[in-house]
């Protein structure tokens, strides 16, 4: 059993930046995928950033490229998200996900429903 939880969310203006930590508790932190989400009312849970195990290999959905830079901290088992120049529709709740290595030749996935653990979610609003 992995408890992920999240912090760091508020409110920032659009431009603005945000960090937002996932603290995971568990003694496997090294071997699991950890990966953070985004939903908005209405609508379902979608990708924006995934991590590796050793950290080296990064995925980020297009609309964070370039913004948003997702990392880890093995010593303090705990995930980032540094999220820079903020727009309004950034706005959402942000969900830590995570899910155990399997195999060698497992890798990154963006589909929720592959992560069995998640945090609370923590709210993000960046106004305009």
């Known amino acids: 059993q992995v408890t992920l939880v999240e912090s760091g969310g508020g409110l920032v203006q659009d431009g603005g930046s945000l960090r937002l930590s996932c603290v995971a508790s568990t003694r496997t932190f090294g071997s699991h995928f950890f990966t953070w989400f985004r939903q908005t009312p209405g609508n379902m849970r979608e990708f924006v950033a995934a991590?590796?195990?050793?950290?080296?290999?990064?995925s980020y959905a297009d609309s964070y490229k370039g913004r948003f830079t997702i990392s880890r901290d093995h010593a303090k088992n705990t995930v980032y998200l540094q999220m820079n120049a903020l727009k309004p529709e950034d706005t959402a709740v942000y969900y830590c996900?995570?899910?155990?290595?399997?195999?060698?030749?497992?890798?990154?996935?963006?589909?929720?429903?592959?992560?069995?653990?998640w945090g609370q979610g923590i709210q993000v609003t960046v106004s305009s």
């Open positions: 996900a995570s899910r155990p290595r399997r195999s060698i030749i497992d890798n990154l996935r963006r589909n929720p429903g592959d992560y069995p653990y």
């Open positions: 991590i590796g195990t050793n950290g080296a290999d990064t």
